[in-house]
């Protein structure tokens, strides 16, 4: 037996062949096809794929193939002439269609120019079956689109095409792919078209709270505090980052940190009231009371309406006289006590409910000004706790 006889052989043998009722099978499939019953047709060769040995058969697959896309036309014109037909599944027939060409492709290369031209007329659908799905509030169906039109890019169907570099709506495909993970709460989904969608810079400040969320799920402290810290230097007036970022830095006591950051968002907007009362709350941590205090008093002056404030300036003026010799600066002890109860039974006026805030404060300062009746009052009340 000659060395070409048995490579025929053997190729031969890596040939799927179908038996007599599979070819019946197919051949029934393909009559379907031509008189127009692509459903009947596709069925017939779906069941036939579940066999893993016909799973690399070309002919079936390129039957496969125009089975779906017979279902996709007809569904394209019922929808054109605005006759009855479910959304849901024309965008699905679009999805396998893509799917099945890029499957067949790795079968049958020869057919890929012709099929990646056609692919490529229809590929928006799967954006705008992402939109469709996002409208329904199905999240994972709408992540299911985008991650398929993003992944046309690295597909060897359309490698002419150069998705890559030619396609500007890649990034926006991943920030929906992205916003859908968040959604889910899924924190792989939400990370895994992330720097994609960052490309997409009308919605990047979005994106990095996507990320950083993703980043608190997966309980990863580092890369939360950094994907906060990126958000912060790239957008500093948005409201998701500056907060977060302020808590975690006086939450592990490192307050010249958050000093610096209160400094650097004033730099940018220096009339905000929550940059103005973070700084005052910074001051107040560092000891640096009068500092404090005069931050707190320009945000009052800008907004009386805002309770916390006075919280801080009466605070500061209590912590004032806390450092001083009760001996030797009577007097000023005394006036800091002054200067401190007008705004804390102000604060008290303000958030009634804060209770556990404003009572052990205004008890210091009505035991150290000797006043009787007040002083009775809170001493009741924190006895009733």
């Not at 009308?202 to 969320?213: I, S, V």
Request: aromatic share 14%.
């Amino acid at each position: 037996m000659t060395k070409q006889t048995i490579l025929l052989l053997l190729l031969l043998m890596m040939t799927p062949c179908l038996t007599l009722a599979q070819k019946k099978e197919l051949s029934q499939a393909r009559s379907s096809i031509k008189s127009g019953k692509y459903d009947d047709a596709a069925k017939v060769l779906t069941t036939l794929l579940r066999d893993s040995a016909n799973r690399t058969n070309k002919r079936i697959w390129l039957a496969y193939y125009d089975a779906v896309h017979g279902q996709y036309a007809q569904g394209n014109e019922k929808l054109y002439l605005k006759q009855k037909y479910d959304t849901a599944t024309f965008f699905a027939n679009v999805k396998r269609m893509v799917t099945v060409a890029e499957t067949l492709d790795s079968l049958a290369p020869e057919y890929r120019k012709s099929h990646a031209a056609e692919q490529n007329t229809y590929r928006p659908n799967l954006f705008n079956g992402g939109a469709f799905f996002i409208h329904k509030g199905k999240w994972m169906e709408a992540f299911d689109y985008y991650q398929t039109y993003i992944d046309c890019a690295r597909q060897p169907l359309f490698q002419a095409y150069g998705y890559d570099s030619t396609d500007v709506r890649l990034p926006e495909a991943a920030y929906w792919a992205t916003y859908c993970g968040y959604k889910l709460q899924d924190p792989v989904l939400t990370l895994r078209h992330r720097k994609l969608a960052l490309r997409d810079s009308t919605k990047a400040d979005f994106t990095l709270q996507f990320m950083a969320e993703a980043r608190k799920w997966l309980k990863d402290d580092e890369l939360y505090r950094k994907t906060l810290e990126e958000g912060f230097r790239r957008f500093p007036l948005f409201p998701y980052f500056f907060p977060r970022l302020m808590d975690i830095y006086t939450g592990m006591g490192q307050y010249d940190k958050a000093l610096t950051l209160a400094d650097s968002a004033l730099a940018v907007n220096d009339s905000s009231e929550l940059f103005l009362f973070a700084k005052s709350t910074v001051l107040l941590n560092l000891e640096r009371y009068a500092e404090s205090i005069k931050y707190s008093e320009r945000l009052i002056k800008q907004n009386p309406q805002l309770a916390e404030p006075y919280f801080n300036a009466g605070t500061a003026y209590v912590n004032i006289a806390g450092r001083l010799d009760e001996r030797k600066e009577r007097k000023l002890m005394r006036k800091s006590y002054e200067k401190a109860r007008p705004y804390i039974e102000q604060y008290r006026k303000m958030m009634p409910q804060e209770q556990d805030k404003w009572a052990p404060v205004l008890y210091r300062i009505y035991l150290n000004l000797n006043m009787g009746r007040q002083f009775d009052e809170i001493d009741r009340l924190l006895r009733e706790r």
